[in-house]
């Protein structure tokens, strides 16, 4: 196709879905290794996906091409984005010594402090971001979906 590079240096601008980002964030907070992954061929205007990364991926695409770029989603949010909600965080009784622990309650108010965490890091994207290549840091546009 016209346009296509096995060089990331072709591209300009990178598409992300919110929700994907979000995820991967999530993911990587609670321990998993989680990114936005961009594959072979690169163009202008290409699209990062969700992408958990296993222990034994080929450094390359698998058949001798260019290895896919991965970005760290904590790299496509603000340094201002709010940290994510710990269980410890969430606990009613830690704000009230006389309130009697509830483990119902508790699920309850972390449930609702990652979905309000979940809302709060959608409005903290990026406008652009630093891609890792081989030749060194290439940054470029984000456009986020969703």
Known sequence: MPGESDDPRAIRAVAVHADDVVTALEATERGREAVLRITAPFAGRVRARLHVVQATEPA???HGGPAPIRIPPRKLVTADAPPYPRVD???PSMDDSSTEY?????????????DGWREDVRGCFV??????TESGPHRVRVSVLG
Not at 102 to 114: C, F, G, L
Not at 127 to 132: E, F, G
């Open 60 to 62: 390359d695409d698998g």
């Open 89 to 91: 965080d969430t606990d």
């Open 102 to 114: 509830d483990v119902e309650a508790h699920h309850e108010r972390h449930a609702a402090a990652i």
């Open 127 to 132: 406008d652009s971001v630093a891609l890792a």
